[in-house]
């Protein structure tokens, strides 16, 4: 019996109402590593306690214990000697004597290392579960379950923004109502092959949206494997390429129109070269003509390259102090060829910048063309150079077609042309693209106002040097 008491699975403890040991078993000095000289007589359950198991021992427990007799299974943290604390779940009674006032404390105290490390292990599985379940429920991916005959089964926000319809609406539905591989049914009926034999799929295909609109989507099926091992569902990841598909024909579109721009100018130069050693005159008309379809043609490689310089982000600028008004006289001198008057007007004092000449006198050179470009002949460009708080501004104005409002928005995009006022005038819509990525990369910004029939004024600010 005395065996029993003292090796025990448990350690018991028997306390005087004030907390002091009278007895303790030998399982729980095994569990604490006291000695029971340490414990018996003087020592007190609350000092063996950590601070935060003391104060809740003394302020709930204790009192809880005296109200109701009995507590079962609280969980308290016991400094041990020479180790770490011990978490232990603890179970105790109270006996009274003849008049019913608290004599002694009896108390079960169990080890509950292995069910703190379970319990801690149940938290980590169910936090990473949530987080995988939130990382579905708010991709901005589509993200689709089903059953293995495609019913749906789940449909995440992204499903909803892509498709539509909310969860409700298509919980229950087939996958076959939402999306459309090539070949139609027979092509369903050969992913489902793939999927039953257990191999994912990715492949493109047409979505249906609830208000019937078609989008291009991008779709990986994946089976869900089953504890036996069998598909027990299937995933679908789904992207709308809409965009990329998009950006994909405007690259062609692109292709063509470059391969045509840059055509021209050479069938002009090979045309005045033929005539002029066929015929054997060398007209200053001729010659004259092939060299500004020679420097069209440099302009439009010119173009290109910076555009895949722009695209693969390797603008390196150098950058050098400089005065914008001579900037602006360099770029109209150079400009001086078109029959359209050009007028500088700008400040009397300096208007100190840090600019790339050869980049920044590019932009110049784009937004000048264009005003002559895009103006009728004879007609008048005003360059205006000026200094503000902070700030240096040029400004380019012409009195030639104008620009309607709802292309202004789209004007600094790449290969974007206004067809219908460019009176013919060619171009790769490449040029104001340009300028502005250049402009933004000196620190500047580019604006335009527009009236159509009454002219343009293109405006660029860059920051004042020294100021
Ligand atoms: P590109 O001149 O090669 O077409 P840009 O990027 O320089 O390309 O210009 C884009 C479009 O903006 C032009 O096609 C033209 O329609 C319009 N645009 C640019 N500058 C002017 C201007 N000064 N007046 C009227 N339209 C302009």
């Excluded at 004599?103 to 980590?124: C, K, P, W």
């Excluded at 679908?236 to 965009?243: C, E, H, L, P, T």
């Excluded at 620009?403 to 013919?424: K, Y």
């Amino acid at each position: 019996m005395q065996d029993l008491y003292e090796q025990a699975p448990c350690g018991f403890i028997f306390t005087l109402p004030d907390g002091s040991f009278t007895r303790v078993n030998q399982t729980f000095l095994d569990l604490t590593g006291y000695e029971r000289h340490d414990l018996v007589p003087g020592a007190r359950f609350q000092d063996l306690l950590t601070v935060p198991s003391k104060v809740f021992y003394e302020n709930q427990y204790a009192p809880l214990l005296r109200m109701q007799g009995a507590v079962k299974e609280v969980a308290f943290d016991l400094r041990c000697k020479g180790r770490p604390p011990l978490p232990v779940l603890m179970n105790s009674v109270q006996r009274l004597d003849e008049g019913g006032k608290p004599l002694l404390v009896a108390s079960a105290i169990f080890d509950a290392r292995d069910r703190r490390q379970y319990e801690r292990e149940l938290l980590a599985e169910r936090r990473k579960a949530e987080q995988l379940a939130a990382i579905v429920a708010f991709s901005s991916d589509a993200i689709l379950s089903a059953s293995p005959d495609g019913d749906i089964r789940s449909f995440n926000r992204g499903a909803e923004r892509l498709f539509g319809y909310s969860g409700g609406e298509i919980i229950g539905r087939s996958l076959r109502d939402l999306l459309a591989p090539a070949g139609g049914e027979a092509g369903w009926d050969r992913l489902m092959q793939e999927l039953r034999a257990g191999r994912a799929v990715v492949e493109d295909m047409d979505g249906t949206c609830k208000d019937g609109d078609i989008i291009e989507v991008s779709t990986a099926l994946t089976p869900v494997p089953g504890q036996l091992r069998e598909v027990s569902g299937i995933s679908a990841v789904v992207r709308d390429i809409s965009g990329r598909r998009e950006a994909e024909r405007l690259q062609q579109e692109f292709l063509a129109m470059a391969s045509h721009e840059l055509r021209h100018p050479v069938t002009a130069i090979k045309g005045y070269a033929q005539l002029m050693l066929r015929r054997d005159i060398y007209t200053e008309r001729s010659v004259e003509t092939i060299l500004e379809q020679a420097e069209r043609l440099e302009r439009l490689i010119d173009d290109l390259m910076m555009a895949a310089q722009i695209e693969a982000r390797r603008l390196d600028l150098r950058l050098v102090e400089t005065d914008l008004v001579a900037e602006a006289r360099a770029a109209v001198q150079q400009i001086l060829s078109t029959d359209r008057p050009i007028h500088l007007e700008a400040v009397d004092e300096p208007v100190p910048v840090l600019v790339d000449q050869q980049r920044f006198g590019q932009v110049l050179t784009n937004l000048l063309s264009n005003a002559a470009k895009y103006s009728p002949a004879g007609s008048e460009i005003w360059v205006r150079v000026a200094r503000g708080d902070g700030e240096a501004s040029i400004e380019v104005s012409d009195r030639g077609a104008g620009i309607p409002a709802d292309a202004l928005p789209h004007l600094f995009s790449r290969f974007f042309r206004v067809e219908a006022t460019s009176g013919g005038a060619k171009g790769l819509g490449l040029g104001l693209y340009i300028s502005r990525q250049l402009v933004e990369a000196h620190g500047g910004r580019i604006g335009v106002e527009s009236e159509p029939g009454v002219g343009s004024t293109f405006t660029v600010r860059l920051p004042l040097r020294g100021s």
